[in-house]
């Protein structure tokens, strides 16, 4: 099986400013997924895809192909990842040959492991014909959740007003950003990774779920470094 590791690391975020080259833990932001992706021997190559010379730099010297930059309709606020994913799927196929699938990695999830990473392509290996992504545990289950509106408050699902042990709730989980991976003619015919008959990989471990958007997610992910002593080799298995 050929597997296409792809991390898409554009350039110019606002709310976390050059987070992808930012150091955490003496390295690169990016430099934490790339290292992962290198440890899991079924990927045939770990691809960045950035419209930053500074970001293509860091991605080289942490053992990325960088092969090009981005082009600039794919590099604006509204420019989608699926359209990300099929541009360099496209490409990878047509100077590399064929590939399995193709392994979406956000930068942004720093503490995800290679166990995590190879856990998922062995999942994608038993349902080549589906895709593979990861959840966690939600932090707040959704029936615990309310709408405002203006100075009222109703419950998002019905039922929610009820009184409710957490022990009493089914489990619910969320997306986490880690992983997703499915096959080129899944994306190319349905332009999601996500269907109904997507295949979960849950993640239980809060730290892999991290994934850094705001500076309290920075913080938080310093002070793990801080606390647990995590370096990027400790990604590896």
Same mark, same amino acid.
């Given at each position: *099986?050929?597997?296409? /590791?792809?991390i898409?690391?554009? +350039?110019? !975020?606002?709310?976390?400013?050059?987070?992808?080259?930012?150091?955490?833990? /003496?390295?690169?932001?990016?430099?934490?997924?790339? +290292?992962?992706?290198? +440890?899991?021997?079924?990927?045939?190559?770990?691809?960045?895809?950035?419209?930053?010379?500074?970001?293509?730099?860091? #991605?080289?010297?942490?053992?990325?192909?960088?092969?090009w930059?981005?082009?600039?309709?794919?590099?604006?606020?509204?420019?989608?990842? *699926?359209?990300?994913?099929?541009?360099?799927?496209?490409?990878? =196929?047509?100077?590399?040959?064929?590939?399995?699938?193709?392994?979406?990695?956000?930068?942004?999830?720093?503490?995800?492991?290679?166990?995590?990473?190879?856990?998922?392509?062995?999942?994608?290996g &038993?349902?080549?014909?589906?895709?593979?992504?990861?959840? !966690?545990? &939600?932090?707040?289950?959704?029936?615990?959740?309310?709408?405002?509106? +203006? =100075? #009222?408050? &109703?419950?998002? *699902?019905?039922? /929610?007003d009820?009184?409710t042990?957490?022990?009493?709730?089914?489990?619910?989980y969320?997306?986490? /950003? &880690?992983?997703?991976?499915?096959?080129?003619?899944?994306?190319?015919?349905?332009?999601?990774?996500?269907?109904?008959?997507?295949?979960?990989?849950?993640?239980?471990?809060?730290?892999?779920?991290?994934?850094?958007?705001?500076?309290?997610?920075? *913080?938080?992910? =310093?002070?793990?470094?801080?606390?647990?002593?995590? #370096?990027?080799?400790?990604?590896?298995p």
């Open positions: *099986m050929k597997l296409l /590791g792809l898409p690391a554009r +350039g110019g !975020s606002k709310r976390v400013v050059n987070k992808n080259i930012r150091e955490l833990g /003496g390295k690169p932001l990016i430099a934490w997924t790339i +290292g992962a992706a290198r +440890g899991a021997p079924e990927l045939a190559d770990v691809l960045v895809s950035t419209d930053s010379p500074a970001i293509a730099q860091a #991605a080289k010297s942490a053992g990325a192909l960088v092969p930059l981005r082009p600039a309709e794919l590099s604006t606020d509204t420019a989608t990842s *699926m359209a990300v994913c099929l541009h360099a799927l496209d490409w990878y =196929e047509q100077e590399k040959g064929p590939v399995d699938g193709l392994l979406l990695l956000q930068p942004t999830s720093p503490f995800r492991t290679t166990a995590s990473i190879r856990r998922a392509i062995d999942r994608f &038993a349902h080549p014909q589906q895709s593979v992504v990861s959840f !966690s545990p &939600a932090e707040s289950h959704p029936m615990w959740c309310y709408r405002v509106d +203006g =100075e #009222a408050i &109703a419950p998002f *699902m019905a039922g /929610g009820r009184p042990r957490s022990q009493d709730l089914p489990p619910a969320v997306i986490n /950003g &880690a992983l997703y991976i499915a096959s080129p003619s899944y994306l190319r015919q349905r332009g999601s990774f996500l269907g109904a008959d997507t295949v979960p990989l849950v993640i239980d471990d809060a730290r892999e779920a991290l994934d850094i958007d705001t500076e309290w997610d920075w *913080m938080l992910a =310093e002070t793990l470094i801080k606390q647990h002593a995590l #370096a990027p080799q400790d990604l590896l």
